[in-house]
């Protein structure tokens, strides 16, 4: 079964532009959540989507939004970057049972750089 | 906050095992005890879970004490390749999927 991918995996914008990231999940995974990796803040939980629905949000300013689509590929958008956005974004997706327990597989991650 | 606590950094000799605590004290009844690693520049990759009773899978083992307020990770026969940040979590996971990482443990095996 492939994994999660994300594409693209390296991206170089600009201070000012926008940028949208997508993820596909694991083939019959329901659930995908975002993460934000730095140096200095390490590993932060963006938001969750569940059929279609966000259904979790982590403390980030609203450029960052992000949507999930009928298919359960995700995308992510942040808008205005700031050179504090430079990070590894990365996707995990989840079976998501109803009451079972959920395990998160992350993708590898699209680096991005902002100049 | 992450409600774990572990070690900054490990070493530990390639064909050793690799023995990683993690302490969380707070761990509440219905909180699995989750276990990520990370190799450099790449995705958190899933290890091993436990709510109470010990397991091992084909990566590692995960041993949970009694009380449930520490566990250790076993990597039986450790290789350069399992060089990595070893991440130790307690989520409630069978609600949403919301991970909180700590700073984990930067595991170098030495040859």
């Known amino acids: 079964k492939a994994g999660v991918t994300q594409t693209p995996r390296y991206l170089i914008k600009t201070r000012g532009q926008q940028v949208t990231l997508s993820c596909s999940p694991i083939?019959?995974?329901?659930?995908v959540s975002w993460y934000q990796q730095t140096p200095g803040q390490g590993l932060q939980f963006l938001f969750e989507?569940?059929?279609?629905?966000?259904?979790n949000k982590g403390n980030f300013p609203g450029r960052f939004s992000g949507r999930q689509f009928s298919n359960s590929r995700s995308e992510m958008n942040v808008s205005t970057l700031e050179l504090g956005d430079s990070a590894l974004y990365l996707c995990?997706?989840?079976?998501?049972?109803?009451?079972?327990?959920?395990?998160?597989?992350f993708g590898p991650g699209t680096r991005l750089l902002v100049l | 906050d992450a409600k774990t606590t572990q070690p900054t950094s490990m070493d530990c000799a390639e064909g050793r095992a690799a023995n990683l605590p993690c302490n969380h004290s707070?761990?509440?009844?219905?909180?699995?005890v989750y276990w990520y690693r990370q190799i450099h520049s790449q995705g958190p990759q899933y290890i091993i879970h436990?709510?109470?009773n010990n397991e091992t899978n084909e990566m590692a083992s995960l041993i949970i004490t009694e009380d449930r307020k520490s566990s250790t990770l076993i990597l039986p026969h450790a290789t350069l390749r399992d060089t990595a940040v070893y991440y130790c979590?307690?989520?409630?996971?069978?609600?949403?999927?919301?991970?909180?990482f700590g700073k984990g443990t930067r595991l170098h095996i030495l040859p």
């Open positions: 995990a997706s989840s079976l998501a049972p109803s009451g079972g327990v959920k395990t998160q597989y």
């Open positions: 083939s019959g995974h329901r659930s």
């Open positions: 989507y569940f059929s279609e629905t966000q259904r």
């Open positions: 707070t761990i509440s009844g219905n909180e699995y």
């Open positions: 436990g709510l109470k």
């Open positions: 979590i307690v989520r409630v996971a069978d609600r949403d999927d919301k991970i909180i």
